[in-house]
């Protein structure tokens, strides 16, 4: 709720200081006096265009700052100030400061921290509604419509926009597995054919070295043979070397225990004999290992070759070859297994997409619903307020699916008939100033339970009308200030008899000079503004009478 107004040097308003309290608040004076000053101020503290023109002549600068009282801790407005990184201590009012230059440039400040002109447009939106006559905003804005029904209906859009979410989160881990198939299809002919070389030709773990090893040993044997023969040729036989040795030792066991000497010549005989049995043995594996094969040689240095030449083909060393055979496979693997889950996630899209239908179907039957008794009570307010003849109606239709969201399958709009017969459109395009400012005050009043800014003001809502109609009005204000403040800029006598509060504006003149001033006027005060506007300049004892009987029960 706005609780108070400071204004400096903004066009004819000098100094201006004004308190507000809840409920109905009207401001008067006579035209020109400078009403849409005020308004203008509000509007610069809220965010709108910082017009240099706003500047008093003679000045630096225009000042505006606006208190509210304390956002409460869950409201959007305390999460927009925290997503701008604003602190406001709890139970603290909201100040709003705004200033601009006679030059042009403007500063805004949120209790005393800078901020921006946008900040505090989206903020202004959820404090003050200023209706006019020829207002864009607000209820003539479709974008909100539906947001206003669902508030009326008391619709829960949470289960629906989950259920979006989750759809959304389903439809995309298709499409990345649709992605990831399809580049994986691509390489298919080529995987099937790599891995069917590659399992023909078998890699071994280690192959290359063991191949390369039997190599090089075969090249040396076709070196060492000649040589390699005559030294084992030492151990053939049974005069070899080594079996005179053996012979020797048989003796010598005989005698050994004759002599201690003997005992060790048998000992270091035995192991002579051992060690010349070893060299025999290594012999013999060397013969075998360095045995020349031409044919053998030729199979490993054919097999080296393919080995190595599928090894730079896919490159990789030798030895990732296995690997690589088991990624082959695994990815061929991949393709087959993913075309299963591929069918999977299509049904769980499929379940996830009429998971949501369920839900948005259910919210659309609940936004009809309280169409229809939404525009029954708006219908209940437009013959006090000689809006008779015309007819409201809450559009919803259902929209193509690429238009679908987590608020519904819905577009809602408010449409209205001003003569009988006459076709259904937008508020704004077919409604004069008079019966735009009503449509929306049995709109709001329609609507009066389910929240919105907590500032309304409507400016000059009683334009050309009265008598009946003005106290319809009034009531309808009086009302409607029952839930949510409202000031209101008016003409009418009836319509500033209903105010719980009245604000006189005036102009004055001082030799050039002239300035805008306000005066919160008192019982006797209110009797007389309303007398005048009965009675015109000159105010008689009837007017102030018949201003006495409208007063009466406020």
């Not at 036989?237 to 003796?251: D, P």
């Not at 594996?285 to 030729?298: G, H, N």
């Not at 309280?370 to 009570?377: C, F, P, Q, S, T």
């Not at 050039?512 to 007398?531: C, F, M, N, P, S």
Request: charged letters at 30%.
């Amino acid at each position: 709720m706005l609780t108070s107004l400071s204004i400096r040097d903004v066009v004819l308003i000098a100094a201006l200081d004004l308190d507000f309290r809840g409920g109905l608040g009207v401001l008067t004076g006579e035209t020109g006096a400078g009403k849409s000053i005020l308004l203008d101020s509000l509007g610069l503290a809220l965010g709108m265009r910082a017009d240099s023109g706003l500047v008093r002549h003679g000045s630096d600068k225009a000042l505006v700052t606006a208190s509210f009282d304390p956002p409460s801790r869950h409201s959007p407005i305390a999460a927009l100030l925290d997503e701008n990184d604003i602190e406001i201590e709890t139970g603290e009012p909201l100040i709003i400061r705004r200033s601009v230059k006679a030059d042009g440039g403007s500063k805004a400040f949120i209790n005393d921290q800078p901020c921006s002109a946008a900040l505090l447009r989206e903020i202004g939106a959820y404090l003050v509604e200023i209706h006019g006559q020829h207002d864009d905003r607000g209820l003539l804005n479709p974008k909100g419509h539906k947001t206003l029904l669902d508030a009326f209906a008391r619709a829960d859009t949470g289960p629906t926009a989950s259920a979006f979410a989750a759809w959304n989160d389903a439809k995309l881990r298709l499409d990345r597995a649709r992605e990831g198939i399809e580049n994986a299809e691509r390489d298919r002919d080529f995987l099937i054919h790599a891995l069917d070389e590659l399992d023909r030709f078998a890699p071994q773990e280690g192959e290359e070295q063991q191949l390369a090893g039997e190599r090089s040993d075969m090249q040396k044997g076709e070196r060492l043979t000649d040589d390699l023969k005559a030294v084992l040729k030492i151990f053939e036989g049974s005069k070899s070397a080594v079996s005179e040795m053996r012979s020797a030792a048989r003796r010598l066991d005989r005698l050994a225990p004759e002599h201690h000497l003997l005992a060790d010549a048998l000992t270091a005989l035995d192991r002579a004999v051992i060690e010349a049995s070893e060299a025999e043995s290594k012999l013999d594996a060397a013969k075998e290992a360095l045995t020349f094969d031409p044919q053998r040689l030729d199979d490993i240095e054919l097999r080296l070759f393919e080995l190595r030449a599928i090894a730079r083909k896919h490159g990789v060393a030798p030895d990732g070859l296995l690997t690589l055979q088991a990624d082959f496979a695994a990815k061929l693997e991949a393709i087959d297994a993913g075309t299963e889950g591929l069918a999977k996630l299509e049904a769980e899209v499929a379940a996830k997409a009429a998971a949501y239908r369920t839900a948005a179907e259910a919210l659309g039957k609940l936004r009809r619903d309280a169409a229809v008794r939404l525009d029954k009570a708006v219908a209940a307010e437009l013959k006090p307020l000689k809006l008779d003849a015309a007819q409201f109606r809450t559009d919803a239709e259902t929209l193509p699916e690429d238009r679908w969201g987590p608020d519904g399958m819905d577009r809602v709009e408010f449409l209205i008939s001003t003569n009988p017969g006459a076709p259904f459109a937008p508020l704004a395009k077919i409604a004069s100033g008079g019966e735009l400012s009503r449509f929306i005050l049995a709109l709001k009043v329609a609507l009066a339970e389910e929240g919105g800014a907590q500032t309304i003001i409507f400016d000059e809502i009683d334009r050309g009308v009265g008598g009946a109609v003005a106290s319809a009005i009034g009531e309808r204000l009086s009302r409607l200030a029952q839930r949510t403040q409202i000031l209101a800029v008016t003409h009418s006598p009836q319509v500033a008899a209903k105010g719980q509060a009245h604000y006189f504006i005036a102009k004055s003149s001082e030799g050039t000079v002239t300035k805008t001033g306000v005066t919160e006027l008192d019982a006797e005060g209110r009797r007389q503004e309303i007398a005048r506007m009965l009675s015109g300049a000159e105010i008689t004892d009837e007017a102030r009478a018949q201003a006495e009987r409208l007063m009466e029960g406020v």
